[in-house]
Structure formats: structure tokens, C-alpha cells
């Protein structure tokens, strides 16, 4: 049996790909209405509601000699003040001040002496508004399960009724060196036994086993494929630490009514979008789009409907195929419709959820060279991520949530991530950039 608090493969494969330079958190900025609370207030208000997220006051706990990924364990000096920053714009600043801001925190990487998250209270952003910047690093969020620090931080009405207080929060013991390396060894012994287990079970079952080896090899074969070497554009350069962010919003609705005019759904009409704004940048830099198809890393969520909620990634990859050589953008919608069509009927993703669970029996050596060599690797140009907001309206203090714009970390070759998601009748684009 392993540590429950332990690592999956796939989340410290995040912590790896940090080696090459890339910092491995994912954010937001998010505008709100009115003036700033204080700081004391906000500061109050979320350490009320960690209770809802207790991985936020846990920090990681590294096993000697390296012998097993890390687990999480309470962070006996937890200080609010550390991770709940404030700082304010000068006061003829606007929003392209307030960018310039969120790409430089961006660029910073998270300490993992200790939790690894960071909220930034934003005062005098122009037009009488504040901004929170957030920050969590992967390993510990899915952002496409949505459990964030600021998801608990906010209410659906401006006047909520009082919430009850948090019993005292009383950290475990930190464990020793000595007892992390037992539980790894452990473990060790343990997980053969549990993979024969398995192995006997399907034995037991050769029909359905038969049955479901064709179907993984096949996603297999389809993963190796997608996962081919990318065209190359100025999208794939080896990355430094620094960042630029931006964004562009829209109504939803025109979204909406694109996708029903041409017979497919929003996250065609998105994709389209993304492909024509790619081929009109790509020329403006000289460069030659005829018969040109770019590569999309979309994150793909493989987790059950039970586990929404739950902490730790159970996320997967495809490669969509972008035509930025195509001129029109109906042609456009009708390429990346017919091509995402494609791809939930092939094994992709069977594939590649059986990947992502391998990762839990390498070692984390082996892990590691794993996520480097992949950082290297052009497997794709740009990664996209679209993911649902809620459609109504959310409050911080009483201050209504004006927008809300996401971002995706960039891999060690690819300098350019774009994260999508809807709220509240809009739809906003997070762009993050090398500097």
C-alpha cells in the first residue's frame, strides 16, 4: 500500500520538469469591483477557509537518497503573511501595468521549503477596481478539476450569511528522514505484490483482458503518432525564467452562436479562434503558413465524476492539429471540428491515460531523466487548455469578480501556453509568454 500523502508519477514529473527551467505553476488574474479590502480582511477571510483546502498548509517532505517521490506533511511554521502578498500600482498605472505585474510573478519560482502557493492582492487597478493574482504549482492542483485556493475564497452573493468558525488548525508531526526512507523501502516490496495481484486477477479474465490489450495498444499506437515531432515555428525555442502575460476577452455568446451557425461546439469555435489569431501573428513575422498545421498540447482531465474535488492531478495529453495555413475561418472551424471529432474517436486518450498511470511505478530517477528528455523533445508548438468558469457572477468581501483571466505553465520548448475560460457570459484568453 503506498503513502496516501505520496506524489503520483505524474505530479512529480511536474517538480522534475522545473530542472529545465520552466516553472511548473498555474495562475490567474482576476479583476474585481470597488476598492481593495484591506489586507488584514482578506488575510482573515482566507484563513478561515483553509480548512476547506488542507493541502495549503502541507508542504513537501523529500525521502533521502531519493528512494521514492516526495508526501505531503503539515508545515509546522505555516505563515499566512508568507504566502498572501500585497502590493499596490501607482496611481496613473492601468491595465498594461497591471500585465507587466503578473508576468513578473510568474516568472518567480515557488519555494519548496514550503506550501507552494502565493495570492496577490492587487491594489489601485485603473477604473476604481483591485486585481488577485494566484499561484499554484501543479503538483499540487488540477486546474481542470478546479480546486484552487481561489476557489473557496469566494461567495455566490455580495452579503453572504456569517460562516461558521474553523475549529484551530493543530499540524502533525513532521516525519523524520529515517521513517520517510522505511516508508519508501516499504513501499518498494509492497507494490510488486499488489502488480501481481493485478496480473493474476486479469488472468482470471482472459476474455476481457484480451479485449482491453487491443484497445490501450491501439491508444498506444495513436499517442505515438500524435506525439511525432512538431513542425518548427518561433513558438519553440529554449526557455528562460521570464515571462510576459496578457490577455483578450469576448462574450461568450458570440462563441455560442459561431458554434451553432457551423455545427460543432464552443471548444471548436475556441480552437478556430486560436488557430486564426496563430496565422495572422505567424505572418506578421515573415513567416511562410501555406500547408502549415501547428501541434496543440490540450490537457485533457481523466478523472471520475467521484473524484471531483479530490487534490492531486489526474490529468492526461492530446495533440490537436491546428491549420493556421488555412485562409478562411469557417474553413478553419471545419478542420479543427473534423479533426477533434477524430480524436475522441481514436484511442488517444485511452493511451494516454495508460501512460500517465506508468509514471506511478518508475522510479524517481528514472522519473526524472523521463521529464527532461520530454523537455527537449518538440512534440508540439503551443499548449491550449479551455476550461468552464461558472456562469453567474462570484464575490470576494462583498466586491464582485469582474473577470477572470487563467494561465497554463509553458514546457522546456515550447514558449507559449494559452489558457480559456468562460465566466459569467464572458470568455477570456490568458496568454503567457518567454519573455
Known sequence: MTHPDRLSGLDATFLHLEDGGAHMHVGSCMLFEGAAPAYEDFVRHLERRLSLVPRYRQKLAFVPFGQANPVWADDPHFNPGYHIRHTALPGAAGLDELQALVGRVLSQRLDRSKPLWEAWLVDRVAGDRFALISKTHHCLVDGISGVDIATVLFDLEADPPPAEEPPPWVPRPEPSPAALLADALLERATVPVELAREVGGA????????????????????????????????????????????????????????????????????????????????????????????????????????????????????????????????????????AMAGLKESGQAVGAVVLSRLTGFAPPTVMAQAARLQARQRTFNVTVTNIPGPQFGLFLLGRRMERLFPQVPLGGGAALGIAIMSYDGTINFGLLGDY
Open 203 to 338: 488472468l482470471a479474465r482472459p476474455g476481457e483482458t484480451a479485449e482491453r490489450a487491443r484497445t490501450v495498444a491501439g491508444g498506444l499506437s495513436d499517442v505515438a503518432r500524435a506525439g511525432m515531432a512538431a513542425p518548427p515555428t518561433p513558438y519553440n525555442v529554449p526557455i528562460g525564467p521570464h515571462r510576459r502575460f496578457t490577455w483578450v476577452e469576448d462574450d461568450l455568446a458570440r462563441f455560442k452562436g459561431i458554434k451553432s451557425a457551423l455545427g460543432g461546439s464552443i471548444n471548436d469555435a475556441v480552437l478556430a479562434a486560436v488557430t486564426g489569431a496563430l496565422r495572422e501573428h505567424l505572418i506578421s513575422r515573415g513567416r511562410n503558413v501555406e500547408s502549415l498545421t501547428l501541434r496543440a498540447m490540450v490537457p485533457v482531465s481523466v478523472r471520475a465524476d467521484a473524484e471531483r474535488g479530490a487534490l492531486g492531478n489526474r490529468v492526461t495529453t492530446m495533440y490537436a492539429p491546428l491549420p493556421v495555413h488555412a485562409e478562411s475561418p469557417q474553413e478553419r472551424f471545419r478542420l479543427v471540428h473534423e
